[in-house]
């Protein structure tokens, strides 16, 4: 087991990085003494896969354990949604020493992650991560939301887990979908801060998409990595620091958006297509060269992710991308690519670049 240590003063926590040691969870919660009844929020399909397994590691060490299903999809991030999950979670806490465990993906780390934020102005969590994409982003880092009609993730906190535990073993169960959709965010990890995590993968997709062991474990280690440093020295995202993590998300989200969250673009899949939308405009701004980004789009294409976007209207991505709160000072942040393993964050760019860089990726697969 590979443990990563999150230095956040009163707020650190460790990041365990293990294969089939989900029995081992039980014991770890015991020396955090959190309490000692688990609100375990997951969606139907994790609770059948592995719910009965989690539950009995945690009863084993004397927890009580009261599952919450929560819809497996974005509409799990509703004002409706988080208000439900309170109330059930309230009937439950009676003369309760409660913590929640949020076992599942990144909308299920979202949103239970939020609701440990607001409950008794906070409780302590635990994140579980069984996809790619969380255990390699989401989980860690302590960003928590829930979705408005207007946009995603406007309404949130930053609270840090107490503790992230990622089984790779979750990851043979993931759908190929979903396993390519982590992989936009380990590409991301690629392009900001690490040429040669994004030359392993040019390398060896084939192997991860074949969930070789080996590979998905340096790839979560080393992201993980990269995650706990940025967070380290930008906690609360205040310093312009943590911000390069948005990269692709500016237009991933609005895609989403734009789509009304459903099924047609799942995160990994609109982050991929926004990735590629900034490094089209870095090229048109003379940051980063053609090379680099044909790069960038044949790594995004080998893994499974779609480079051309579809069934989405134009206008509804430019409208969902205005309202983003990554606007600062009433003006648009972008962070771009100058090349692989450095990004650079700007302000302010022309809406031109954005509808061009946005309608290229409607355009030829030439491009």
């Given at each position: 087991?590979?443990?990563i240590?999150v230095?956040?003063?009163?707020?650190?926590y460790?990041?365990?990085?293990?294969?089939?040691?989900?029995?081992?969870?039980?014991?770890?919660?015991?020396?955090?003494?959190?309490?000692?009844?688990?609100?375990?929020?997951?969606?139907?399909?994790?609770?059948?896969?592995?719910?009965?397994?989690?539950?009995?590691?945690?009863i084993?060490?004397?927890?009580?354990v009261?599952?919450?299903?929560?819809?497996?999809?974005?509409?799990?991030?509703?004002?409706?949604?988080?208000?439900?999950?309170?109330?059930?979670?309230?009937?439950?806490?009676?003369?309760?020493?409660?913590?929640i465990?949020a076992?599942?993906?990144?909308?299920?780390?979202?949103?239970?992650g939020?609701?440990?934020?607001?409950?008794?102005?906070?409780i302590?969590?635990?994140?579980?991560?069984?996809?790619?994409?969380s255990?390699?982003?989401s989980?860690?880092?302590?960003?928590?939301?829930i979705d408005?009609s207007?946009?995603?993730?406007?309404?949130?906190?930053?609270?840090?887990?107490?503790?992230?535990?990622?089984?790779?073993?979750?990851?043979?169960?993931?759908?190929?979908?979903?396993?390519?959709?982590?992989?936009?965010?380990?590409?991301?990890?690629?392009?900001i801060?690490?040429?040669?995590?994004?030359?392993?993968?040019?390398?060896?997709?084939?192997?991860?998409?074949?969930?070789?062991?080996k590979?998905?474990?340096?790839?979560?280690?080393?992201?993980s990595?990269?995650?706990?440093?940025i967070?380290?020295?930008d906690?609360?995202?205040s310093?312009?620091?943590?911000?390069?993590?948005n990269?692709?998300?500016?237009?991933?989200?609005?895609?989403?958006?734009?789509?009304?969250?459903?099924?047609?673009?799942?995160?990994?899949q609109?982050?991929?297509?926004?990735?590629?939308?900034?490094?089209?405009?870095?090229?048109?701004?003379?940051?980063?060269?053609?090379?680099?980004?044909?790069?960038?789009?044949?790594?995004?294409?080998?893994?499974?992710?779609?480079?051309?976007?579809?069934g989405?209207?134009?206008k509804?991505?430019?409208?969902?991308?205005?309202?983003?709160?990554?606007?600062?000072?009433?003006?648009?942040?972008?962070?771009?690519?100058?090349?692989?393993?450095?990004v650079?964050?700007?302000?302010?760019?022309?809406?031109?670049?954005?509808?061009?860089?946005?309608?290229?990726?409607?355009?030829?697969?030439?491009?």
């Amino acid at each position: 087991m590979n443990k990563i240590k999150v230095n956040l003063g009163k707020n650190s926590y460790d990041i365990l990085i293990c294969s089939n040691e989900l029995n081992k969870l039980g014991a770890c919660l015991k020396r955090l003494n959190i309490g000692k009844d688990a609100v375990i929020v997951t969606n139907p399909l994790i609770k059948k896969l592995f719910g009965g397994k989690i539950k009995k590691v945690l009863i084993s060490k004397g927890f009580t354990v009261r599952f919450e299903i929560t819809p497996d999809s974005e509409k799990a991030k509703s004002e409706k949604e988080c208000v439900r999950l309170l109330n059930n979670i309230s009937k439950f806490d009676t003369s309760r020493r409660v913590f929640i465990v949020a076992f599942g993906g990144g909308v299920v780390g979202d949103l239970a992650g939020f609701a440990a934020s607001i409950y008794k102005r906070g409780i302590p969590y635990i994140q579980v991560p069984t996809t790619l994409l969380s255990q390699v982003d989401s989980a860690i880092g302590g960003k928590t939301a829930i979705d408005l009609s207007a946009g995603k993730n406007l309404v949130g906190a930053f609270y840090q887990p107490k503790l992230v535990f990622s089984d790779i073993s979750f990851l043979k169960s993931l759908p190929k979908k979903e396993l390519a959709s982590g992989l936009a965010e380990v590409i991301k990890y690629g392009i900001i801060t690490s040429p040669g995590l994004f030359r392993f993968i040019e390398k060896n997709y084939k192997n991860i998409l074949a969930r070789d062991k080996k590979s998905l474990r340096r790839i979560v280690h080393e992201c993980s990595l990269i995650k706990a440093g940025i967070v380290e020295k930008d906690e609360l995202d205040s310093k312009n620091l943590r911000v390069i993590l948005n990269l692709g998300h500016t237009i991933g989200h609005a895609i989403e958006a734009a789509s009304g969250y459903r099924k047609s673009y799942n995160h990994g899949q609109a982050v991929g297509l926004g990735i590629l939308s900034s490094a089209r405009i870095s090229e048109e701004m003379g940051f980063l060269t053609k090379t680099d980004r044909c790069r960038i789009k044949n790594i995004i294409k080998n893994v499974g992710l779609p480079v051309k976007l579809k069934g989405v209207d134009l206008k509804n991505i430019l409208s969902a991308e205005s309202r983003d709160k990554k606007f600062i000072h009433g003006k648009n942040r972008f962070v771009l690519p100058v090349r692989i393993g450095k990004v650079v964050v700007k302000e302010g760019i022309p809406g031109h670049l954005i509808k061009k860089s946005v309608r290229d990726l409607y355009a030829s697969k030439k491009r």
